[in-house]
């Protein structure tokens, strides 16, 4: 008898055969590029709450809010990445995601679109030598049927 139930992982390993692992990446825009980081360390998606203001903070840090009694940073990648700053929307998001070290700590991004499954054969990954100022973000990019997206390293990104 054939086994009609398949894993999660199952699909997922066989629609990537032959193509390499497939890593998922939450895309998102930030003025009028499209940005990913990978979808593991992402634990949430707001709308932006009441932040207060950190005085002498660096200029990308927005403020703090409170997510459910636990006060995060939130971190405004459009400076952060030295991107055009643009007024907010209510599309405006926060992505609530986990640093290396165990703090949670809020990206403020322009607009979250959606999950993007990448085989290796769909991704460049960076190499030390990009040449720019936000280089040390950058992971690569990933080009799903002929898109370009700004594959983000979260680490970098939330230490830096």
């Known amino acids: 008898m054939v086994d009609l139930v398949r894993t999660r992982g199952e699909r997922l390993a066989r629609r990537a055969s032959g193509r390499g ?7 998102f825009v930030l003025g009028s590029d499209v940005f990913g980081v990978e979808l593991a360390r992402v634990k949430e998606i707001l709308s932006p709450p009441p932040i207060t203001p950190v005085p002498r903070a660096p200029s990308e840090v927005v403020g703090v809010c409170s997510v459910r009694g636990l006060l ?3 971190v405004d990648l459009r400076i952060r990445l030295k ?3 643009r007024p907010d929307t209510r599309r405006t998001r926060i992505l609530l995601a986990t ?3 165990g703090e949670a700590v809020g990206l403020w991004v322009d607009e979250v679109l959606q999950v993007v499954r990448l085989a ?10 990009i040449g720019t100022e936000v280089s040390e973000y950058v992971l690569g990019v990933g080009r799903p049927q002929g898109e370009f997206i700004v594959l983000l390293d979260l680490s970098a990104l939330v230490t830096g």
Do not use: H, I, Y
């Open 21 to 27: 692992p497939v890593r998922e990446f939450l895309t």
């Open 72 to 74: 995060v940073t939130v």
């Open 83 to 85: 991107l055009e700053v």
């Open 99 to 101: 640093a290396s070290s």
């Open 120 to 129: 290796e054969t769909d991704m460049e990954l960076a190499t030390a030598g």
